[in-house]
T-cell receptor
Framework: QKEVEQDPGPLSVPEGAIVSLNCTYSNSAFQYFMWYRQYSRKGPELLMYTYSSGNKEDGRFTAQVDKSSKYISLFIRDSQPSDSATYLCAMRTSGNTPLVFGKGTRLSVIA | GAGVSQSPRYKVAKRGQDVALRCDPISGHVSLFWYQQALGQGPEFLTYFQNEAQLDKSGLPSDRFFAERPEGSVSTLKIQRTQQEDSAVYLC???????????FGSGTQLSVL
């Protein structure tokens, strides 16, 4: 079992839908949780950065961390075709320890 | 610079050739990471530098892989005697320090024929 599990999809939704993406993990020492967006042939771009449990909102994006369940989520409201990309969850224990990534979920938002 | 820059953007190598991949981190960033991303997978950690010191190389898959950052800025990832299984995108990322956000370059896509 990998440390971080993420359903690779693909996930296809109509424009305007609410998208829910999630990851589970096994290492209870993870403290820093991130979501990256990766367009085709580009590097990952940081979307959300959360420390420990709780919610964080930024525009149409909301990140949730539930450490008791070892479960993190990313919600995208009013999804747009430009949101079509692969979404990667990532996490690390502390300091400059390496990020551990999920496999990524490929999302398509259809106009 | 404005972002993390990697070169070349694409590299095709014959099996057995040596390759060198370059990373220019964001100016002033002390931490630099290399990741390998196979098709359809998330990035996998290779190695980490803080300034010129290589603090973690536990992710390097074999002794054919070597990384350096001699002056604490530009880094080079070298792969000797490339094999087909080395085909992947190699990503470089940098951050300003401990617990700082990590910024990625666009990667070098390596194809070994």
């Amino acid at each position: 079992q990998k440390e971080v599990e993420q359903d690779p999809g693909p996930l296809s939704v109509p424009e305007g839908a609410i998208v829910s993406l999630n990851c589970t993990y096994s290492n209870s020492a993870f403290q820093y949780f991130m979501w990256y967006r990766q367009y085709s042939r580009k590097g990952p771009e940081l979307l959300m950065y959360t420390y420990s449990s709780g919610n964080k909102e930024d525009g149409r994006f909301t990140a949730q961390v539930d450490k008791s369940s070892k479960y993190i989520s990313l919600f995208i409201r009013d999804s747009q075709p430009s949101d079509s990309a692969t979404y990667l969850c990532a996490m690390r224990t502390s300091g400059n320890t390496p990020l551990v990534f999920g496999k990524g979920t490929r999302l398509s938002v259809i106009a | 610079g404005a972002g993390v820059s990697q070169s070349p953007r694409y590299k095709v190598a014959k099996r057995g050739q040596d390759v060198a991949l370059r990373c220019d981190p964001i100016s002033g960033h002390v931490s630099l990471f290399w990741y390998q991303q196979a098709l359809g997978q998330g990035p996998e950690f290779l190695t980490y530098f803080q300034n010129e010191a290589q603090l973690d190389k536990s992710g390097l898959p074999s002794d054919r892989f070597f990384a350096e950052r001699p002056e604490g800025s530009v880094s080079t990832l070298k792969i000797q005697r490339t094999q087909q299984e080395d085909s992947a995108v190699y990503l470089c990322a940098s951050s300003g320090g401990t617990n700082e956000k990590l910024f990625f370059g666009s990667g070098t896509q390596l194809s070994v024929l």
